[in-house]
């Protein structure tokens, strides 16, 4: 299973990664992704998206799916 | 139904411009009793610190997605007829508009209400970031001001 991982702001500062295709066999949700990619525990203020759509920590994921992580938002 | 623009800028808008153009493009003129407007503006300063610049980033394809929907939802709470929303992204200098959101209604009840559900849900849910540049270096806006 193959995960298109990215970062925005911040979090791509912090782990130095823009994005990434990440081989994601035997990870169930967003959150055991992102302790594979970042090698950390989920910070709960990081907020998610699955392709383009707002997801949670425990959201499953699927081959082909785009996951990006993000810092809280700062816009208008 | 009118129409609702949306639209990322990476340049300069002139906000008050834009507003008149959008509207000479109006077929429905006798039907409007209210329009509501809110600019937000880049300031000079935050957190105690004078800032230089400021840089906008987004997310493509989610971010537009996310504004389409925000601004379907405030139009299935209020009469929105016709409306105008812009947003800048890349890089924006102090003094210069960030949004505008414009909203056309029969009401001010709906245009008051409309306008005010799409800049809060804007705030909080459109994926955009602020990163400021300061005479010391660049540091990332972490959170929003409360609008109610």
């Known amino acids: 299973m193959t995960i298109h991982v ?9 782990t130095g990664i823009d994005s990434k295709e990440v081989d994601a066999d035997g990870l169930g949700t967003i959150r055991d992704l992102w302790c594979a990619v970042t090698g950390r525990p989920i910070d709960e203020s990081t907020l998610v998206a699955v392709n383009k759509t707002y997801a949670g920590p425990e959201s499953s994921i699927a081959d082909g799916d ?3 992580f993000f ?6 | ?3 609702v623009k949306i639209e990322l800028r990476d340049t300069l808008f002139l906000t008050f411009r834009e507003l008149e153009c959008f509207r000479q493009k109006f077929s429905r003129f006798q039907d409007y009793g209210a329009c509501s407007i809110f600019i937000g503006t880049m300031r000079d300063y935050n957190e105690g610190d004078r800032v230089l610049s400021m840089h906008l980033e987004y997310y493509p394809g989610m971010t537009e997605q996310k504004l389409a929907e925000i601004v379907n939802e405030a139009r299935k709470n209020y009469e ?5 929303l812009l947003h ?5 200098q ?6 505008l959101v414009a909203v056309w209604s029969t009401h001010r009840k709906d245009a008051f209400g409309a306008c005010r559900m799409i800049m809060e849900e804007l705030k909080s849910t459109a994926p955009f970031w602020k990163k400021e540049t300061l005479a010391g270096g660049d540091r990332w806006v972490e959170k929003n001001t409360p609008g109610k």
């Open chain 1, 6 to 14: 990215r970062f925005f702001a911040s979090l791509r500062e912090q």
């Open chain 1, 66 to 68: 785009e996951v990006a």
């Open chain 1, 71 to 76: 810092p809280p938002i700062t816009g208008g």
């Open chain 2, 1 to 3: 139904m009118g129409s």
């Open chain 2, 80 to 84: 929105v007829l016709d409306g105008l």
């Open chain 2, 88 to 92: 800048r992204v890349g890089d924006v």
């Open chain 2, 94 to 99: 102090p003094g210069e508009d960030i949004v």
